[in-house]
């Protein structure tokens, strides 16, 4: 990341994945590109951070993945959030509104 890109939170990473992935199947580079976008430029995730994230999802059973060609006819691995990882979104979504709530609370005192 450089300078003016925000570090994210441990765990945060998964969170952004499981719900990239609930719109379709998507390869690593699509993540990448998909969570730049997205963040306005504020985040950036290098490959170093985003496969040992997919392998540990995929170990979890929260994602699936299977070869096939990306849009420039490029061998790639597609991943694919899981029944599992649908419900785990849903827990770690919970959560994260939850830590949310309660750092608005702690900013906002005197």
């Known amino acids: 990341m450089g300078k003016n890109k925000t570090d994210l939170l441990a765990g945060t990473l998964d969170l952004i994945v499981l ?3 609930q719109s379709g ?12 976008v997205l963040s306005r430029d504020i985040l950036s995730i ?16 929260w994602i699936s993945s299977e070869w096939g060609a990306s849009e420039n006819n ?3 691995k ?3 959030l899981t029944a599992a990882g649908r419900r785990q979104l849903a827990a770690e979504r919970q959560t994260w509104e939850r830590f949310s709530t309660a750092l608005e609370l702690i900013l906002q005192t005197r």
Do not use: V
């Not at 199947?25 to 730049?36: E, F, K, L, S, V």
């Open 74 to 76: 490029r061998r790639a």
């Open 25 to 36: 199947p998507a390869n690593g580079w699509d993540i990448t590109q998909r969570i730049h």
């Open 78 to 80: 597609f991943y694919t």
């Open 46 to 61: 290098n490959y170093g951070s985003l496969y040992p994230a997919l392998h540990r999802l995929e170990a979890r059973g």
């Open 19 to 21: 719900k990239l992935l």
